[in-house]
């Protein structure tokens, strides 16, 4: 048995094989015999070990998309890790696996902090006339903090590295932001309102007011639909 570094619960990795001698073998040749068979067995691990530890991000990257993200997550989130790992390639994609240390996940949250992204001018009518860009949001700096530790975890998990560079970083922080909610006064009117609104409305607000509302932008379009049919 050998161990070849720590899984994710701090437990020793350990790869082990089951060699069977030959009987017919004296008690000499059965050690000398025995003794080989351990080296070679050391050795394969090792050259294994090596050559995964010497696979760049962006390939591992890769079988982290096929063999986990395809089967475990959801489609939408997969479409949105594609969409993130293009820039995190783009800074850290050519460093091996082994090579990747804190300092480098430190400078790449430097770097998220600083992405940017197209957003859409309107006019007045509402008509997008164009563009300009704006630094990407705290939470969306945190999905590619946490893209790239997931990756990196899921390289220990495999036995490609032996620890978790981002473990040691501490991840982007998210400013606290107080849930958006309907006042009193407004939730009596919107409930006067209801008295003459077909049950279906008044089911979906009711459930709506009474199970608690945690984004306001939920209500709008129902709240208009209202107001309009007065």
Known sequence: MLAIGYKTNGKKKRRKQTFVL??????????????RLIHEFEQKVKDEYYLKNDMKFIDFSKIYMEEYAKEELSVTTYKRYETLLVKINEEIGELKLSKIKPPHIKELKKKIAKFTKNVPIKDEKGKTVGHKKETIAPKTQLHYFNLVSGILTYAMDEEYITENPCYKVKSPKVPHKESEFLDIETIKIMLALLEKEPIQYKTFINLLIYTGIRRGEALALTWDDIRTRR
């Open 22 to 35: 030959d009987k017919t073998l004296t008690k000499t040749q059965k050690k000398k015999e025995k003794e």
